[in-house]
């Protein structure tokens, strides 16, 4: 079966445009996650979801970025406005869900550039 | 405040030697700890589980421990290959619930023919 996969693979925006990245799970996770990853630096958490319910939004920067799974599948993040601080790469993971198996299976990733 | 780290310098190492990378954690109190390893351009990869009444697991070449009263678990891998070579992230879980996991800044690994 298909792994995790996101588009675009690359997105440059200018500073002030608004961008929306998908994610399309693994058939059948439950949670789905955000995460979004600077240079150098190990995947930072942005939201959570289970099935279709926003469980956690602890992670996101600003109200400038909104997610959403309406379906408990796909997935949507969506940056307002974008900052030159939002560069980076935005990785999307889904989980099975259970207590049998906490692993997550990430995506490759969305490399977002703001110039 | 809550803090997890990894080795921050880069290892480098000789093929066929084991390579011991560390994650430490403060006010955290995880059940379980995961490692990943991420390549360029792509995303983490899901490698090992250990979990707080495991002291040790291992499968293939890759070993985990963890002592959860030095907050601390070790990453070795044995007979190294410079197919080894990447980046290699611990994950703790804060809430213990499978929900969003917390990152070490990860370690990059080198493995010279």
């Known amino acids: 079966g298909a792994g995790v996969s996101q588009s675009p693979r690359y997105k440059v925006a200018k500073r002030g445009q608004d961008v929306a990245l998908r994610c399309d799970p693994i058939?059948?996770?439950?949670?789905l996650f955000w995460y979004q990853q600077a240079l150098g630096q190990g995947p930072e958490f942005l939201t959570y979801f289970q099935n279709e319910a926003q469980l956690d939004k602890s992670g996101l920067p600003s109200d400038r970025f909104f997610a959403e799974r309406p379906e408990g599948s796909v997935s949507t993040l969506k940056i307002q406005r974008t900052q030159q601080e939002d560069s980076a790469v935005y990785l999307c993971a889904s989980r099975a869900g259970g207590i049998s198996s906490y692993e997550q299976y990430f995506g490759p990733g969305t490399r977002l550039t703001v110039t | 405040s809550q803090k997890i780290e990894q080795n921050s310098e880069a290892l480098n190492i000789q093929e066929g030697k084991t390579a011991t990378l560390t994650c430490n954690y403060t006010n955290y109190s995880p059940a379980y700890l995961q490692w990943y390893r991420q390549d360029p351009g792509r995303g983490p990869v899901f490698l090992l589980l250990?979990?707080?009444?495991?002291k040790e697991k291992r499968k293939e070449r890759l070993k985990v421990t963890f002592d959860t009263t030095l907050k601390q678990s070790l990453f070795h891998i044995t007979a190294s290959q410079p197919a080894d070579s990447a980046t290699y992230l611990c994950?703790?879980?804060?809430?213990?619930?499978?929900?969003?996991?917390?990152f070490g800044q990860g370690t990059e690994l080198s493995v010279k023919p």
């Open positions: 994950a703790l879980d804060p809430n213990n619930q499978g929900g969003k996991l917390i």
């Open positions: 058939s059948g996770h439950v949670s």
């Open positions: 250990i979990r707080e009444n495991e």
